[in-house]
């Protein structure tokens, strides 16, 4: 397991001032010395929630929940402890040290090459989206009435019916078992790649750190299935996320909308309706009510 020294974990928190840190999920009024506002891990009407910046703590005398920054942007975003100082370390421009076994670097190594895929293959579907080849996912978006907006928001985008995605993975050189890794691509007969998506309307999947870590796909004709989704990956477990999550989570509502597919969650955020998101096509998981309950 990956451990960071005391000092450098002292820096990070220094570096991260937990009242500008909590003021990003939720609204802070000054009281005294201190700062107070609605709990987001439980419900209430009156505030309960205080944060000191003369301490950098927080603690809640409703719920009882408590401690310094690190707990709670790993509560707040349902991530590990390690995971929160990796992310306040980045926040604050501070580069960790790549430590841990042989076989954790490896593996942290393969998750950020499919970030970078993720990313890039998001860009290439979004912007073939506004190309000539594009015709059927132009007329569909039409008649869904999404404007521009709307697209570049969510960043959907267009498969075509080639296996171009891989052409494209492979011009920017990345190496094959890393494409394949991202599942975007499988290999078929006689060694073939094969694009898992074709001639499909494309809905990137980002966690709540705006990462791309997934995509779903919908058929513009009577084919079947009428969506595809990317299998669970190194980077993505369908189970454990929720659809426009990063984008619902800036809302300082109470409460959260989970509907069950892309179009809906996306036609409701274009008429106003920011607190939803979508199940990504499967039944809601405990572990999607938590994600959901611990930012609402």
Do not use: W
Request: charged share 30%.
């Amino acid at each position: 397991m990956i451990r960071y020294s005391e000092d450098l974990v002292e820096e990070v928190r220094n570096s991260n001032n937990i009242v500008d840190i909590i003021s990003q999920y939720v609204i802070l009024k000054k009281r005294g010395r201190n700062y107070i506002g609605l709990c987001p891990f439980h419900r209430e009407k009156t505030p309960s929630f205080s944060v000191s910046p003369d301490k950098q703590i927080f603690h809640c005398f409703g719920c009882g929940v408590g401690g310094s920054v690190f707990n709670f942007v790993s509560k707040i975003e349902n991530i590990s402890f390690r995971e929160s100082i990796e992310r306040l370390a980045d926040r604050a421009g501070i580069m960790l040290p790549k430590v841990g076994t042989e076989e954790e670097l490896k593996k942290q190594k393969l998750k950020e090459k499919i970030y970078e895929i993720n990313e890039k293959a998001a860009e290439f579907y979004h912007n073939n989206l506004y190309t000539s080849n594009a015709k059927l996912g132009q007329e569909y978006v039409k008649k869904r009435k999404l404007n521009n907006k709307t697209l570049k928001d969510f960043k959907i985008g267009f498969a075509g019916l080639n296996d171009s995605i891989y052409d494209y993975l492979k011009k920017l050189g990345y190496k094959d078992e890393e494409i394949l890794a991202s599942k975007l691509v499988r290999k078929g007969d006689n060694n073939r790649y094969i694009d898992l998506f074709r001639n499909r309307l494309i809905f990137p999947i980002f966690d709540i750190r705006n990462r791309v870590i997934a995509f779903g796909g919908r058929v513009l004709d009577n084919g079947l299935p009428k969506y595809i989704n990317s299998p669970d990956t190194i980077v993505y477990n369908k189970g454990r996320n929720l659809y426009a999550l990063n984008i619902a989570k800036k809302e300082t509502l109470q409460n959260i909308i989970i509907v069950e597919g892309y179009m809906d969650c996306v036609s409701l955020h274009q008429r106003g309706i920011t607190n939803v998101v979508a199940s990504l096509g499967t039944a809601l998981t405990e572990a999607q009510r938590k994600v959901a309950k611990n930012l609402f």
